[in-house]
């Protein structure tokens, strides 16, 4: 009897693992059955997308095609149009040669000219028989890019005193290193400023309206005080230094604010500009003395600083350049003589050769009627063409 049982409990074991066996394979193949559904839904999907991706590729080829032409097409009315403004240009240039700009002096202006003092006719007087010089700018007749060295902004100059070959380079608007080269030559041949002679300055300058006059660097110390240093380039030392006799000052040239003195020579000497809170419109002058740095004399000139980028002063005159916040052609748009000899009417009107940016600087040489020009980075020399002063 207990055998029986024995075998009555194994074929029940027996029949329960068979139907828990059929159990599991129903459940395996009905998930199977739901794994390849879901295959043919993603083939189906991955094909769908496969298409539009094919059709976007198409679409974005005919586009590109579409704005290529179209780039062509304005590439060339581009190049027309530039062509056709380089000729209104020098239309321009050409009318506006037969018919002068107005004067930059106002009726007011005049007014007060008409009631200056004698004392003020008299220094007219003493700074006119400094100097036998005569001359006046008749055109730009000439330019050289000699050289792309150093930053955006800088001053590049020879000795105006001295017939000397060497060129001096300020780079920057506030450093401290001078850098001398031999010759314009040895400058165009240099790779860099290390060919150069390096001179440490003292102080930081400030802007880029400095000076190298009779073997001296005149610059602006860097600082609050606008203090003048006249610095020894033979002996590396300074030779004396003054604070600039001026209140209130503004920088001298809108287009060029981080100049708040801009030191020129001519063949009469050293002059200074600059501006004030007094006068924020206009530009003014000051006759410099070169051993003390004191103010000889001053002038109020009526050249607006507004749009004013640059200016160099020629036999006791001031030609102030003027140009616009987004750089096109600088212009000489007033001037200004000491001696009343010239005026903007009877001034020509000057257009320099369109260049890169605005002019950071313009510095005179008297010795070989060049201006040395910083453009942007660019050193370029500008040769002028002279004419006799009208006689007065």
């Known amino acids: 009897m207990r055998a029986f049982l024995i075998l009555l409990l194994l074929a029940a074991s027996l029949c329960l693992s068979g139907a828990q066996h059929q159990a599991l394979m129903d459940y395996l193949e009905q998930r199977l059955l739901a794994i390849e559904d879901r295959i043919s839904v993603w083939h189906e999907q991955t094909s769908r997308y496969a298409t539009e991706l094919r059709e976007f590729k198409q679409q974005m080829a005919a586009l590109t095609e579409s704005l290529e032409k179209g780039r062509e097409a304005l590439r060339t009315e581009l190049d027309t149009v530039g062509t056709r403004v380089d000729r209104v240009e020098r239309e321009m240039d050409y009318l506006e040669t037969q018919n002068p700009a107005p004067p930059c002096a106002e009726t007011d202006d005049k ?50 005193v001295n017939r000397s070959m060497k060129v001096y380079i300020f780079n920057g608007t506030a450093e401290d290193t001078l850098y001398e080269f031999a010759s314009v030559r040895e400058l ?109 004399d001053m002038w109020d000139t009526p050249c607006p600083r507004e749009n004013a980028e640059a200016a160099f002063v020629m036999c006791g005159t001031v030609y102030v350049v003027y140009n616009t916040k987004l750089p096109s052609r600088s212009r000489v748009q007033c001037v200004f003589d000491i001696n009343d000899m010239v005026t903007s009417e009877e001034a020509p009107l000057l257009y320099f050769p369109r260049r890169y940016s605005t002019h950071s600087s313009l510095k005179y040489n008297p010795l070989e009627k060049l201006i040395y020009a910083w453009d942007d980075g660019y050193q370029i020399l500008y040769k002028l063409a002279m004419k006799q002063k009208p006689v007065v």
């Open 188 to 296: 165009a041949a240099s790779a860099d400023m290390s060919h150069a002679r390096s001179i440490e300055l003292p102080f930081l300058w400030s802007g880029t309206g400095h000076a190298i006059y009779n073997g001296y660097a005149y610059y602006v110390k860097e600082g609050k005080e606008f203090q003048l240093i006249k610095y020894d380039l033979q002996n590396g030392s300074v030779a004396d230094s003054a604070v600039f006799p001026a209140e209130a000052q503004v920088p001298v040239y809108t287009l060029s604010p981080e100049t708040y003195i801009d030191l020129a020579a001519d063949e009469e000497g050293l002059w200074a500009l600059y501006a004030t809170k007094d006068d924020e419109r206009n530009i003014c002058l000051a006759k410099m003395d070169p051993d003390t740095l004191d103010m000889e």
């Open 111 to 160: 007014v007060v000219e008409q009631e200056v003092t004698s004392v003020k006719e008299k220094s007219k007087a003493k700074y006119a028989k400094l100097s036998d010089c005569k001359d006046m700018v008749s055109s730009i007749k000439a330019m050289k890019i000699v050289k792309r060295m150093g930053g955006p902004k800088g001053m590049w100059t020879k000795d105006t």
